[in-house]
């Protein structure tokens, strides 16, 4: 169960497991070495709440053990601001800037490119659009654009990489987007990387607020925990 004195910093109570883990991330494990350097390799179970988390090891004969913790994940609270372009044609790409957060880390958004009118898009109460320039979505009275916003996510600092960050549209949460922001996700070599935004948003919208919330970082700092195991 880790904790902190800062109350803007959330380590994780799921030690060392990254937030795309479901989507098929591999963390390293958490490991007990004895003093003949043989390995027992933890397995994960995820606590009752989020606060904590279980290592199950097995059957583990008594002794000393060094405890091994390869890093863990923080989440930083706070609110970052940006205004985002919003093409108004097929084909068209415009580019954005970069949004520099905490300990040196960037949101790199490349390029965003129009893809033309949302094909299929169903206008009802169930989906919804950007519809004003506070980031502000509602349902659209015709069929919006479909917009494609590329990004990654960078570290400066060698000891922190950012792995995830929330979104939010003005007052809106993730989980009540109803398509009017919905994550891309690369599945490359190297592991799930956030990717990108496809965005619906109604013509005539050139900009739009986004709020970027709570990024999510892995910090690369490893502990070792004398561990007694008694008879």
């Known amino acids: 169960r880790p904790a902190s004195e ?23 494990p958490i490991t007990l070495t004895d003093t003949c350097g043989r390995v027992y390799m933890g397995n994960f179970r995820p606590g009752r709440t989020d606060a904590y988390s279980d290592w199950d090891f097995g059957d583990v004969p008594a002794g000393q053990y060094t405890l091994h913790v390869p890093y863990l994940y923080t989440t930083v609270r706070g609110e970052h601001h940006m ?65 494609i916003l590329d990004l990654s996510l960078e570290s400066g600092k060698e000891e922190y990489i950012l792995v995830d960050v929330g979104i939010r549209l003005w007052m809106t949460e993730e989980a009540s987007f109803l398509g009017a922001c919905e994550r891309q996700y690369s599945f490359e070599e190297t592991g799930v990387r956030f990717s990108g935004l496809l965005l619906h948003h109604v013509p005539g919208l050139y900009t739009a607020d986004f709020t970027f919330v709570n990024p999510t970082y892995r910090w690369n700092h490893t502990f070792d925990i004398p561990v007694t195991i008694p008879e």
């Open 6 to 28: 800062k109350d803007h910093l959330l380590p994780s109570g799921s030690i060392v497991r990254s937030p795309l883990t479901a989507m098929g991330e591999a963390d390293e």
């Open 83 to 147: 205004d985002i372009p919003l093409p108004q044609e097929e084909g068209q790409e415009l580019s954005v800037e970069s949004l520099p957060l905490d300990y040196e880390t960037t949101l790199v958004l490349d390029t965003i490119t129009g893809m033309g009118p949302a094909e299929n898009f169903e206008l009802s109460a169930g989906a919804a659009a950007i519809t004003h320039s506070n980031g502000a979505i509602s349902t659209p009275e015709n069929a919006p654009l479909t917009s």
